[in-house]
Structures are given as C-alpha cells and as structure tokens.
C-alpha cells in the first residue's frame, strides 16, 4: 500500500492569503502549487460554523456582511478585523460573481490529478471568548439549549454544540448531505479535533453509542451516492482519550464503517501517536493516518520549532509513523508558517516519503500540550533528581551504516561526567560534549551524546537518562541522523 500524503486546507486560508481581488484563475493556481508538492489528495474545507460557498442548508460567512457594519464582527480583537474583513469580501466576489468555490477547488483537484477531498469541521468554536464574533453561526447563537456546558479544562470547545441532541446531528447531516450529492470527491474527513467537545463529560457508554450511530447514518448517506467515498475520521491521539471523547473506534472497525482514521494533536506535531493501540483495534485492513501541525515542539524558553520549514523534521516525522505502521500522513496547518511571513516548504513534501534509509533526519519528543483531552501524555518537561533514571520513547525509522546525535537540552548544573544516558540497549555513556546556549533568564545547557546506527531500531525507541549528582530538568530531547557525507 502506497504511504499517501493529505494535504488539509482550512476554510479561509486562501481567501486571505490570495492578493484582491480572488478569481477562479487564482484560486486554481493556489492549488497547483500544493499539487506540484506531491501529495495524494487534497482536503478541501468549506466550514467552520459557516460555509465559504453558497450552501442552500446553512449559513455563509457573509451573510448579513455590510461595509463598515462594526457589530457584525462582534466583540473580537480589533487587530482581527482587516483579515476577517478580506476574507469576507473574497468569498462574497467570488459566490457574486457565479462561482461556488467548493466546487471550483474539487475541479481543480482533478485538472491537477490530485484525490479531491473534503474536511467538514464537526464542532468548530474558533472565537469562543468573544461574544456575537462574525464566525458563529445563527443556529448556534439563537440555540442556548443545545449547547454544551464542559468545564473550562475543555477549552474552546467546551461550550460547543451537545451531540447528544438529534437536531444538532441532523444539522451537521444536512451540510454533509448537501455536499455528497451536489459535488465530486473521494475522500470525507469528518474533523472532530476542530473542536473535540461532543458531549457532557459522563455517561460514556451513551455517547460512543450515540456517535456510532451517527458515523452509521454517515456511512448509509454516501452509500446513496454513485460513487465511492472514502470515509476518514480525525480524532484525538490514544484510543482512550477518543473513546472519553465518544469515539468507538473498535466498533466503527468491526461495523465497516469507516475506511481509515487519522490522529492528531489539537495544535502541535504528534511525534507520541498511539499507532500500536489504535492497530489493535482497527486490524491491519484499516489505515490509519497520523495528523501533523504547525508547531513540531515548543521547549520552555526556547524558540518554537515550526515543521513546515525544516525538511529534516519532517522526514523524520513520516520515518517514524511509517515505521510505527502508520499509512500516511496528512499536512495540517502547513500553511500557517505563513503567519510567521515564512512560506511553507512545499518542496521538501516529497521527503515525507519512503524510503527514509540514511537521509538526514530529526526527531523530537512533545514538549507541550494545547489540550489535555486530545493530547495524551507529553514526556517533556521532566524533573531528573539524582540517582533516578528517567525513560522516554519515540518512533525511528531503522538505520544502516549511519551513527546519530542525541541532544538533551536542560536547566540546572551537573558535572558532563555525571549525565549519562543509555539508547535502547546501548549504553552511550556520558556527553561527549556539554554547552551553555542560554544564560537568561534561566541557565540552560545542552549535552551531546553519540549512538550507533546498530542502536536505532525501526520502530519504537527508547532512551533512559539518569543524573549521579545534581537534579536537572530535562526540556528538550532531540535525536538527529546527519547527512552521510558530514559523517566522518
């Protein structure tokens, strides 16, 4: 089976980052370029709580829009507004002008040979500390009752639409349905991490058996359809938190109700998927997908790490899912280094595939969490005291003839001779060299070992640290496979 590359493109990331005035010729050429990268099928999103194309069953972004109506945005920042106001104005020229962008954007898909996919968000409660934002629709805004009430721990999410309400499902049906018998696309993603609240946070056994029947009705609808829909649901990262969250995904399996799963993160890259427990439940006939993001790690005070501009990360992500069993991965976010006024490499995307075999790589471990629901435990920041080793894991790809570089990054004093640190079955002893890279506001150091390439399994990895005299703490862990002509 081919190790396939989705590309995920969010509702208004080409309206605002196309210069005015947008036109089908611009659009198409914006989906060339993510075409030209490689990847095997694109997901179009056309909704957060709105549409971006003239849907007939639920609201657009535009609708009630006039020039210079200051409460149609409600009470967001200030600094938002120029985007959102382009945005709007993207959208409504284009449906003006006769163009239904959804349907515009799948064609392109085909004119680029590219899998035309479409990513509907399941819950999306982007400005939820913001009263009346132009982003909620009227149906949730006039429906109190249907909304949940999670605690705040929930995050955005927690004051999302209930599920457990039949009209709220046939709401998310109605788009759903709209969309299966109106245009041409293979692939149905139904994102449930945007946002990931579906429930009131008890009686699990009636949600699961709520959202089963639900991905049935889902199942049954594209069924009617002439032709074949792929139908790929992205959930949290462990089999356990989706479950919490009302996601059987053994009984979708055993049912045939879907034909792959992708998992994610809420808002960094997921280099501790739970691949091997999400394989027990969906056998090996099921694919499963593994979600990347923007931010691949974010140690305390140090700069963030973004994956869409470093090629080595994002090979080493793909080496380490592929070798986890995964069977793709698909590019969230990609675009949004763009925020950053960085473009994205779209180049390097053909690196995310096999084989990976000595090319250059790098791995890292989560250093943070946006959502604890989704998430799962991160192994980073971890206190070391002395005298009490502490294990960490991540996915490698194998390796043949190449040595690596394990970087541990961390705050505190400790003698080089006194850290030491064993790879698997290896004992690399202590660092071969250990550096100040930070002085303020808090002393940071980092240490260097050497592994064999003898070491590196393909698959799950795992490195044990142990300090003999002072505590430290210990923010980043990074293992780096250098290109073959720097190893001497």
Not at 80 to 101: E, F, H, N, T, V
Request: with cysteine.
């Amino acid at each position: 089976m081919r190790f396939r590359i989705f590309y995920n493109n969010d509702a208004d990331n080409l309206f605002s980052h196309i210069k005015e005035p947008i036109t089908p010729h611009t659009i198409s050429n914006a989906i060339a370029e993510i075409a030209r990268s490689g990847v095997d099928a694109l997901l179009i999103n056309p909704n957060m709580q709105r549409t971006n194309y003239p849907s007939r069953v639920w609201q657009t972004f535009w609708d009630g829009y006039k020039e210079n109506d200051k409460l149609f945005f409600g009470k967001i920042p200030q600094e938002y507004i120029p985007r959102r106001k382009k945005c709007i104005k993207q959208m409504k020229r284009l449906a003006d002008s006769g163009y239904d962008y959804l349907k515009h954007a799948l064609s392109c898909c085909r004119e680029t040979q590219v899998i035309p996919g479409v990513s509907i968000r399941m819950n999306d409660m982007h400005d939820a500390p913001w009263p009346g934002s132009n982003l909620y629709s009227n149906f949730y805004m006039n429906h109190h009752e249907l909304h949940l009430a999670n605690p705040s721990a929930c995050g955005w999410g927690a004051k999302g639409l209930n599920y457990r309400h039949k009209v709220v499902r046939n709401y998310y049906l109605s788009l759903i349905k709209e969309i299966a018998e109106n245009y041409d696309f293979e692939i149905l993603e139904l994102d449930f991490l945007r946002f990931q609240s579906y429930f009131p946070r008890n009686e699990y056994s009636l949600n699961t058996a709520i959202m089963t029947s639900f991905i049935s009705d889902i199942r049954k609808l594209l069924n009617k359809t002439k032709r074949k829909i792929e139908l790929i649901p992205r959930i949290s990262l462990s089999p356990s938190s989706a479950f919490e969250l009302g996601f059987d995904v053994k009984k979708w399996c055993k049912n045939g109700l879907v034909d792959g799963i992708t998992i994610g993160a809420f808002l960094q890259v997921p280099w501790n998927a739970h691949i091997d427990e999400y394989r027990e439940l969906t056998g090996n006939t099921i694919p499963i997908y593994v979600s990347t993001d923007l931010v691949a790690a974010k140690p305390e005070g140090l700069t963030e790490r973004l994956f869409p501009l470093e090629e080595e990360l994002m090979r080493g992500f793909a080496a380490g899912v592929h070798a986890a069993g995964a069977n793709g991965i698909s590019l969230f976010n990609f675009f949004s280094s763009r925020k950053y006024k960085k473009e994205p490499l779209f180049k390097s995307v053909p690196c995310m595939r096999p084989p990976f075999i000595a090319l250059p790589k790098k791995y890292l471990l989560n250093t943070h969490t946006s959502n604890g629901e989704t998430d799962g435990p991160i192994q980073l920041p971890q206190f070391l005291p002395p005298r009490q080793p502490k294990s960490f894991w991540l996915w490698m790809g194998g390796e043949k003839n190449v040595a690596a570089k394990t970087k541990i990054i961390f705050s505190g004093k400790i003698p080089k001779e006194t850290l030491r640190l064993n790879f698997n079955y290896f004992p690399a002893g202590h660092p071969s060299k250990v550096a100040i890279i930070k002085k303020k506001p808090t002393c940071l150091h980092m240490a260097e070992f050497e592994v064999p390439a003898s070491t590196i399994k393909n698959g799950k990895n795992k490195i044990i640290l142990r300090s003999e005299t002072n505590s430290i703490t210990v923010l980043s862990i990074e293992v780096i496979i250098p290109p073959i002509e720097k190893q001497a």
